[in-house]
């Protein structure tokens, strides 16, 4: 795990190809380079923001990149606070600290993941088109995505990829709460994070640029065109 904290100002992440790139050179050493018999890697990317980022990491692995699609649970009245994650297959996870301390009841929590999980596969359609998911079984998968807040999303995909046959995860991304790596770390076998600021904040904060990735942008960097 590499972990850089923050000690006073720190300087922002030029934009998310930078990141990615940077993440590429720390992830590209914490998996043995290029040395013979390397088990195969497979990179992940969170869209949209993550997959500018899992591009570049993709590039620096010399793997191939795929999309996973997951939503955010928006918590009823503040809708950029994660109550949860839904990922494909189903599988819902559920922050329970904000539940508990907003008093969510379960049956808003069911009705905002149903609604979140239909808007899910339609992104996914529009994204992957008629292209299947790339297989995880026997590759390390790498799951990358612009930054860590809640953790929801991430551990969303993380038990979705687990479901579909991946033995071994890595999550990478350049800049995370202290309290999100925490939690994902003892689910992962490796966990690389550039950054780790106090306080965190969002993770809008710590980019220079942070403009919004269109889905265009995230069909061509998935099908191998430039960005």
Do not use: W
């Not at 918590?75 to 189903?90: D, I, R, S």
């Not at 995370?176 to 939690?183: I, N």
């Not at 904060?205 to 099908?223: I, K, P, R, W």
């Amino acid at each position: 795990m590499i972990l850089r904290p923050a000690g006073g100002t720190q300087e922002r992440l030029p934009n998310r190809r930078e990141a990615g790139r940077r993440l590429g050179r720390a992830l590209h050493d914490r998996l043995g380079g290029d040395r013979p018999g390397r088990p195969p890697v497979l990179v992940v990317g969170l869209p949209r923001g993550g997959v500018p980022v899992a591009a570049e990491v993709a590039v620096a692995l010399r793997a191939p990149c795929d999309v996973l699609v997951v939503r955010k649970l928006g918590t009823p009245g503040q809708e950029e606070l994660a109550m949860g994650a839904v990922g494909p297959g189903g599988v819902v996870v559920v922050e329970d600290g904000v539940v508990s301390a907003h008093g969510i009841p379960a049956e808003v929590v069911r009705a905002v993941a149903e609604r979140e999980a239909r808007l899910r596969d339609q992104v996914e359609a529009r994204l992957r088109g008629s292209r299947p998911p790339l297989d995880p079984t026997g590759r390390v998968v790498v799951v990358v995505d612009d930054g860590l807040a809640t953790g929801a999303s991430m551990r969303a995909a993380l038990s979705a990829l687990r479901a579909a046959g991946a033995t071994s995860l890595v999550v990478g991304v350049p800049v995370g709460s202290v309290e999100a790596v925490r939690l994902l770390r003892p689910l992962v076998d490796d966990l690389v994070c550039l950054r780790t600021p106090r306080p965190f904040l969002a993770v809008g904060v710590h980019y220079v640029d942070f403009s919004a990735v269109a889905e265009e942008e995230v069909v061509a960097l998935v099908d191998g065109r430039p960005g």
